[in-house]
């Protein structure tokens, strides 16, 4: 057996508690955003950059940029290495990677200036409250 008898019901109740902390919300729209970004990201690599780079490198196609392993006989499909798409993927990730951290960057530099500036100056130690107060008295003697 799996579980306990009534141990069911504080798994559930376990699961519910973790799934309503505010990380686990966090990740999850953190993770549909990178999803999406990737996307635009791709879009970029194979629409924008790519056309362009193989152009200057004498109109290359880098998508159709392959070795032929065993060619097509038939309705048996050939094998391929496509090197090509293998660059596209690795420019895609270079500049995802890039973007991540610039955000990260920013992130930490707005965390840090906020950090830096105090709500209200510190209090004095007790000792020093004390001194003052011997001061202000010795001074009024005089």
Known sequence: MLFKKGEGMSLIKELKEFAMRGNVVDLAVGIIIGGAFG???TSVVNDVLMPPIGLL???VDFKNLM??????NGD????T???GMFINTVIDFI???FSIFMVVK???KLKKKQAEVPSEPPKPAKEEMLLSEIRDILRSRK
Do not use: C, E
């Open 39 to 41: 996307k635009i990201i």
């Open 57 to 59: 490198l004498g109109g």
């Open 67 to 72: 070795v032929i392993l065993k060619a097509a």
């Open 76 to 79: 048996v499909p050939g094998v």
């Open 81 to 83: 290495l496509r090197y």
């Open 95 to 97: 500049i995802v990677s």
């Open 106 to 108: 920013l992130m930490n």
